[in-house]
């Protein structure tokens, strides 16, 4: 990793970078989550769900097209809540039951650069 | 309340008296060969939307696994699609290996004959070498294309059976009109799995396991309480094609904090959008095609077009289902999910890959079942699998099936003038 920092008000996210801030895809997430054990997913959503609005509040006054590294690694951060979110609110445990593992899903969005 | 079960289609209902269905169907690469053959090799076969060509010029490659086919679809300059086996009249290569692009012409990286975006055969170096090569007649090998609704259908056999049209055999006619441009833009999830294809193709056409095997992601979202099975209302038959309503839970809110937060950003493509659907501009909802039944709670219309595709329009968009055979025990699923446009705040980017990752997980859940289910065919136990009263559509997709093994399936409607005669 670099030396990039979340900007200062979200530093209670500092101890998910390590594993969320790197990943660049959304089936790299999901491969993650499947890796994780499930009290490491209810950490993660315990720290940010409740608290989604005010990242945005703050990632809302920069030009999504242009955000500045410290802005872009916390929505990397904050993106791993999409698949932590499932473990946690849906599933009760970090796979799909019966799903290969590790499984991979290619995930593909047409025209867009998802970050 | 409307009596729903009077809309419960029955198998008996349609005449469908196939209760039981061999498991030699999912398990024989003889099978396998004859669907290649018999099914992929004469029905159309939807490969993409017009939309994603917009401009001259703009051209995809296809790779169809259930035919090894490698397909370049491409707009000329004259506004036509073609579609075109991409190999080199020459010798054979793969020319074009850019999944899209913009092309005025495709160059082979071997020898460098060049084609038009048209296929038309333009240059061969060192042309005096090939003086038995017509430029004019070898261009690259054209397959019929044709498109419905923005689909575009793709024909291999020499010379199709029946027209586009013929082949959607009505079902064309219920669904005219049906919004579909109105979200253009797509996700595409593709994942292969050690299973047959119609597996996939049976548990897309039966609610029968909603409850069950999707108790933690969708029976809250879609089971209501007058339907606990989640019977197909209203089956309609269109040649080997069909139509089914699903109902959904209209008052299903989800209390967890992340989901909410992403309902109130973005809908899913899945939830209904209550406000549009009072305002009368939810999408298909407003088609009169569509919940024919007029059930209040109406989810979606799970239309199945034959052989392979599941479409579900709903109120914020829809999704799209494909499933390829790769060999007796292997397939590959895609699923497209279409919304109204591309994220354009973060806070959409976020809500869409929340979207993306439940709709994934809920299709991962019908792949894994159907990799046991393989797993169970194989080990030889069972002969046959059973369908019940209430999957009529498994019934319905294994007689079609039969009958275009058997050289059938394909009733070429008489146009009026025939008609009269």
Redesign the interface.
């Known amino acids: 990793m670099s030396h990039v920092s979340l900007p200062e008000q979200f530093a209670f996210l500092e101890p998910f970078v390590a594993t969320w801030g790197g990943l660049r895809s959304?089936d790299e997430r999901?491969l993650k989550r499947q890796e994780l054990a499930q009290g490491e997913l209810e950490a993660f959503?315990a720290a940010l769900?409740?608290r989604?609005?005010e990242v945005?509040v703050h990632?809302?006054t920069f030009d999504?097209a242009a955000l500045p590294e410290a802005e872009a690694l916390l929505?990397r951060v904050?993106?791993g809540?999409?698949?932590a979110?499932?473990a946690?609110?849906?599933?009760?445990q970090p796979r799909?039951?019966?799903?290969?593992f590790p499984?991979s899903?290619?995930?593909?969005?047409?025209?867009?650069q998802?970050? | 309340m409307t009596d729903i079960t009077e809309h419960m289609t029955k198998a008996r209902d349609l005449g469908l008296e196939n209760d039981r269905v061999p498991t030699e169907y999912y398990t024989s690469p003889e099978y396998f060969r004859r669907e290649q053959d018999m099914i992929f090799r004469r029905a159309w076969l939807m490969v993409g939307r017009v939309d994603?060509l917009p401009e001259p010029g703009d051209f995809i490659v296809r790779e169809m696994p259930t035919l090894k086919a490698s397909v370049i679809i491409a707009r000329g300059k004259d506004g036509e699609v073609r579609a075109f086996h991409n190999a080199c009249s020459h010798r054979g290569v793969a020319l074009v290996c850019h999944e899209r692009g913009n092309a005025l012409t495709f160059r082979c990286p071997y020898h460098a004959w060049t084609y038009g975006i048209d296929g038309s055969l333009r240059a061969i170096p060192a042309e005096q070498d090939f003086p038995h090569v017509d430029k004019a007649t070898n261009g690259l090998a054209r397959i019929h294309l044709d498109s419905w609704a923005g689909f575009i259908f793709l024909n291999f056999a020499d010379e199709p059976e029946v027209t586009l049209p013929e082949f959607l055999a009505g079902i064309d006619v219920m669904l005219e009109g049906a919004p579909f441009e109105q979200f253009p833009?797509?996700?595409?999830?593709?994942?292969e799995?050690d299973c047959n294809w119609k597996n996939l193709v049976n548990a897309f056409n039966e609610g029968y396991h909603v409850a069950i095997l999707h108790s933690?992601?969708l029976r809250a979202a879609v089971v209501p309480r007058e339907n606990p099975h989640l019977h197909y209302l209203d089956v309609k038959q269109f040649g080997p094609h069909s139509a089914g309503t699903v109902q959904r839970n209209f008052d299903y809110d989800?209390q967890?904090?992340?989901?909410t937060?992403v309902y109130a950003q973005m809908l899913p493509t899945s939830a209904p959008d209550i406000a549009a659907i009072e305002e009368g501009r939810a999408g298909f909802y407003e088609h009169p095609g569509i919940n024919r039944i007029k059930v209040p709670n109406f989810g979606t219309e799970t239309i199945t077009i034959f052989p392979n595709i599941s479409i579900q329009p709903l109120a914020n968009g829809y999704l799209f289902y494909q499933f390829w055979p790769i060999s007796a025990g292997r397939m590959r699923t895609e699923v497209r999910i279409y919304s109204r446009h591309?994220?354009r705040?973060?806070?959409e980017?976020?809500a869409m890959?929340?979207t993306?990752?439940?709709t994934?997980?809920v299709v991962?859940?019908d792949?894994?079942?159907s990799?046991?289910q393989q797993i169970g065919f194989e080990s030889g136990g069972k002969t046959y699998q059973q369908f019940g009263q209430n999957e009529p559509l498994l019934r319905m997709f294994t007689r079609d099936y039969e009958a275009y093994l058997a050289g059938g399936g394909l009733t070429k409607v008489p146009t009026q003038a025939e008609a009269a005669e």
């Open positions: 959304q999901y959503h769900a409740p989604l609005e945005f990632l809302d999504p929505f904050v993106l809540l999409t698949e979110s499932q946690v609110e849906i599933f009760g799909v039951p019966h799903a290969p499984h899903v290619n995930m593909e969005w047409a025209g867009y998802p970050h | 994603e833009f797509s996700i595409r999830v593709t994942d799995i933690k992601t989800p967890a904090p992340a989901l937060w591309a994220p705040t973060l806070r980017e976020y890959a929340s993306l990752a439940a994934r997980d991962v859940e792949m894994a079942m990799r046991l």
